[in-house]
């Protein structure tokens, strides 16, 4: 067990203009769950490799408890890794992968074999030790992998998108037992996913990305209610929250026509420190329908029904001068969802805005 | 298709095939066949196919009438630690291409492929020369360099395929279990590529054991002369004892039928299946 703690780690990769990571900073307590997430190419799986020591660390360090391991190959560093592909040894059996280790590591064999049979338990492995690889489903691999990784009580787990290969549905149960699996080992763990929902749903904090460098990081909660900047608030979430530039006004932020409630704070700030361009969003949820003689008048372009929840994509005129259009998805009651086509009248509630500067993108306290 | 259909396309698959056996097989069963005739029925007009009186025991005689058993150990020596070598050396530069990024890979594989063009009768007065040099004439030496290099291009780009076909997360997953670099080589990527050394071992064994022109310029004493060019020695200035140069061509086909047989078994495919998905 141990704490990692990521000090300006950076990595250029030759012949690139940028790093592929860019001083990451991180400190992941420990027996925490820490997610890193971000889109495709943002140095998520260059941050994991460079605490596994499969990836050069350019500048900073990396630490895993007291021990500065920057400069220490991945054999010393007591890390297991379950890989995007599982990467199981093919001309081993499941047995044999997953106490490979513990025989490189010249452990007895009475010791290999009850360690083995322990994990292999835990995971529902006992019917398949003898099987090579070859001869396991998509499933069942993933859980070998796991196996070969829980099989070594290490200092810390390393997971690359271990879920992405399995079908949608198990990829599901897959998710909350290897989240249950962790607390109950409490093994601190680095997971590398693009999925927001396994990033919410596993992670005690969240790490969200973007090109090599770390946005925020948080509880799921605290980025999803507290984004700190454009990019953050546009990425967690789905549907992506609306967020459209506008201007302030007396009474809130006003966007072709339909005004956003702004707190005075915000405003406050968002006036003294700059023109008054301002970027506002608010999630779906946020929205309500209203009375005819209420909020803005909007289209509905189209309906998204998804069981307990439905979402409508609706759009309106800009009243003033430019005349654009405005696109506003909300949340509504999935029991009377409203036709294509049809009129509906849309209200931002209050305290439920965020809004970000225009010019750095970053939050506007209030 | 219908089963009457499906019938006739085995029947006719499995005559082709024997039909094409039969085209490979004709020149050895007519060298069986001379090799069982005795000396005067080798020029007998009209040349009967089959021997009037079989004479099994040239196959006996022929190990009196040449130092035959000197030439298979030659032949074996030579082509076995030529073999050994060419694989020994094509593995670490294999392995390296396949897994490192440098400048001038492709260069270099490039220049690898080319050493294959040359004929080894191109080539031929330049190794005498070379060898002399040296002082390797007519000793094993010589023909080992030689044949290993001749060699080197294809097991450089064969191991190189393989290595390169194996996923490298293989290898990182040996290292974060414990194992260094070598240990990683030797317990997952190395049994991984073992198709690979088998094709290497194949294609350089048999090619040495081939081998005729360099080992005739090179050699001259039944000492280091393995048996191509020891049984040049039937082929005489004003006969030739065609019923022993068979004999012994049969007798020399054997080793190698015999490791391929057993080696066969190693060329199994899509060992890596099933590593990742
Ligand atoms: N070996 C490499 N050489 C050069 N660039 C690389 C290499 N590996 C990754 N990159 C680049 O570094 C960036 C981060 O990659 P990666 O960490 O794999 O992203 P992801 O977040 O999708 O896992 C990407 O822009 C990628 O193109
Ligand atoms: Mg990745």
Excluded at chain 1, 298 to 319: I, M, P, Q, W
Excluded at chain 2, 82 to 87: F, R
Excluded at chain 2, 114 to 124: C, E, I, K, R
């Amino acid at each position: 067990m141990a704490t990692v703690h990521y000090d300006g780690a950076t990595r250029w990769y030759q012949g690139t203009e940028r790093p592929a990571v860019d001083s990451l900073d991180l400190r992941i307590d420990d027996g925490e769950f820490l997610v890193l997430i971000g889109p495709s190419g943002c140095g998520k799986s260059t941050s994991l490799r460079m605490l596994a020591g499969l990836e050069d660390v350019d500048a900073g360090r990396v630490r895993i408890g007291e021990t500065d391991v920057t400069a220490l190959p991945p054999k010393q560093r007591d890390i297991a890794m379950v890989f995007q592909n599982y990467a199981l040894y093919p001309h081993m059996n499941v047995a044999d992968n997953m106490g490979f280790a513990l025989k490189i590591a010249g452990r007895s064999k009475d010791e290999i074999r009850q360690r083995v049979r322990d994990a292999a338990q835990l995971l529902d492995l006992e019917d398949y030790l003898d099987r090579k690889p070859k001869a396991l489903s998509g499933g069942q691999r993933q859980r070998v992998a796991m196996g070969r990784a829980i099989v070594r009580q290490p200092q810390v787990f390393c997971m690359d998108e271990p879920l992405s290969n399995l079908d949608a549905k198990l990829r599901v149960s897959t998710r909350t037992q290897i989240a249950a699996l962790q607390r109950r080992l409490g093994t601190t763990t680095v997971y590398v996913t693009h999925d927001q929902v396994e990033a919410m749903t596993m992670g005690d904090r969240v790490a969200l990305l973007d090109e090599g460098v770390v946005q925020q990081c948080g509880t799921p909660r605290e980025l999803y209610e507290r984004p700190a900047n454009v990019f953050v608030a546009g990425f967690i979430g789905s549907p992506a929250m609306n967020l459209r530039q506008g201007r302030l006004t007396e009474h809130g932020a006003d966007i072709g026509g339909m005004t956003v409630p702004v707190s005075r704070q915000a405003r406050a700030t968002a006036a003294s420190d700059g023109d008054g361009a301002v970027t506002v969003g608010f999630r779906p949820e946020a929205i309500d329908l209203v009375g005819e003689d209420e909020g803005v008048a909007a289209t509905v372009t189209l309906v998204e029904e998804l069981g307990s929840d439905a979402y409508c994509y609706t759009t309106f005129r800009e009243r003033e001068s430019a005349p654009g259009e405005v696109d506003v998805v909300a949340r509504i009651d999935p029991r009377k969802p409203p036709a294509k086509g049809e009129t509906v009248h849309l209200r931002v509630r209050p305290d439920e805005t965020h809004v970000f500067s225009t010019a750095t993108g970053a939050r506007i306290p209030g | 298709m219908t089963v009457p259909a499906a019938m006739m396309r085995k029947v006719l698959l499995t005559a082709c095939a024997w039909l094409v056996a039969l085209v490979v097989l004709a020149p050895y069963v007519q060298m069986l066949l001379t090799a069982l005739k005795p000396h005067e029925e080798l020029f007998a007009s009209p040349p009967g196919y089959l021997p009037e009186s079989w004479q099994f025991g040239n196959f006996l005689e022929v190990w009196r009438v040449a130092p035959i058993w000197e030439y298979l150990r030659n032949t074996v020596l030579i082509a076995g630690l030529s073999t050994v070598l060419a694989v020994a050396v094509a593995l670490p530069a294999a392995y390296y291409t396949a897994r490192r990024r440098f400048r001038g890979r492709r260069m270099f594989l490039l220049l690898v492929l080319v050493t294959q063009m040359f004929a080894p009768t191109a080539l031929v007065i330049g190794i005498h020369r070379e060898m002399l040099a040296l002082g390797l004439i007519d000793t094993y030496a010589a023909l080992i360099l030689v044949n290993a290099a001749f060699n080197l291009a294809f097991s450089t780009w064969i191991l190189h395929a393989y290595f390169s076909s194996i996923p490298v997360e293989l290898e990182e997953a040996a290292w974060l279990d414990g194992c260094g670099t070598l240990q990683a080589l030797l317990r997952v990527t190395l049994p991984l590529a073992v198709p690979g050394v088998v094709t290497a071992v194949i294609f350089t064994f048999i090619t040495a054991w081939n081998e005729f022109v360099v080992a005739l310029t090179l050699t001259s004493t039944p000492e280091t002369q393995p048996l191509t060019v020891g049984i040049t020695a039937f082929i005489g200035q004003y006969e030739v004892q065609w019923q022993y140069l068979f004999a012994a061509s049969l007798i020399a086909i054997v080793p190698v039928v015999a490791l391929f047989a057993y080696i066969e078994r190693f060329l199994v495919s899509g060992l890596t299946a099933g590593s990742v998905k």
